[in-house]
């Protein structure tokens, strides 16, 4: 039996954070170190030297992407965690130069399966992820539900949009629900914060 | 013993919730990644407390009123990544007895799950806003003075005022302008969560 794999953590939701810890340890991989916040685990790194960090994209303080192309430098290799699994998260993943990205949605054993691979020295994540890949994690929001939440992010109501937009009133509503529905969200705030997140459009 | 029901869609904050409540004493019975499959599995184990996510994919204030009605004496601790005053509000009037936000620490949760499972209620103050005031803060956060607000009401400035009063100490707010932030930042009046209006 090899070295167990040390793993530093990082998620600013508690409850994710103890989730991802049980995952982990149930399957065999040491939490070294927890942290809620980008700067936090960036600490904990450079002090732990682990053999891999798990990473939540949405950190406070420091983001996840800006501490994955940090940790880059210091030759720790990342896995990347987001609530979302959307093709521009995992683009943006690579591109700072996380081994892998996988999403909250996934298994248990699917996220032990990662982590160990990307302790081990696997690059999981391509600079341009295959076109099977894309195909697997389709976006989910279409170019016309975007423009939609794009504009109610600016603060424009619904009667506005639709005059931007030259559709109507009706359609832009509907868009907007069902914008709503696959994002998993119920209200205006949650939508623009969610398709914030996700990288839609620029914060 | 409490028996608990997780109603989650991510695995992983399944996982979190079962470890954090099985640390202080509650038994999982049942995980659900649905607000169908939660019917299926409440029907079945009859939970003594349900930790129910607000952003389910099929769920939302139907499927949640769905399964309050179907299941009364069933006690609903609802977790949600947003928690506005608006969704607080909108939660307590559907019937559940507590809504705590994702982002709370392990405590606060696991406070909020043992107050509920022991028949009180757990709201933070944001809930227990009156109709009057949710529409103030509404006018406060679309830039609106209080004499304006006064006109559109059909109201005193000085009835105003003290609305807003009991906004700040219930929002925990130390100024009008930090009331007026957070009622831009929450989307309040804006077809907030709950409310049933459109923007």
Known sequence: MGEQVRAVIADDHPVALAGLEEILRRGGIAVVGRACTGREALRLVQELRPDVAVVDVALPELSGLEVTRRLRELGVPVVLISMYDEEVLMREAAAVGAAAFVSKMALPQEIVEVVRSVAEGQILLKEEPSPSRVARHPSPLTPREREVVKLLAEGKKIGEIAEILCRSPATVRAQKASAMR????????????RARELGIFPP | MKTVLIVDDHPLVRAGLRELLREVGFVVVGEASSAGEAERLARELRPDLVIWDWA????????????????????????SAFLGPELACA???MGVQGVVSKTAAPGELLRAAEAVARGEEAFPEAAYLSPREREVLAFLGKGWGNAEIAEKLGISVKTVEGHIERLKRKLSCPSTAALRALAIREGVGDGGAGSGRDS
């Not at chain 2, 099929?58 to 609802?78: C, H, I, M, N, S």
């Open chain 2, 91 to 93: 939660l307590r009037e």
């Open chain 2, 56 to 79: 389910l994919p099929d769920g939302g204030r139907e499927a949640l009123v769905r399964f309050l009605g179907a299941f009364p004496g069933t006690r609903v601790l609802v977790v």
């Open chain 1, 182 to 193: 696959k994002l998993g969200v119920h209200s205006t705030p949650e939508l623009i914060r």
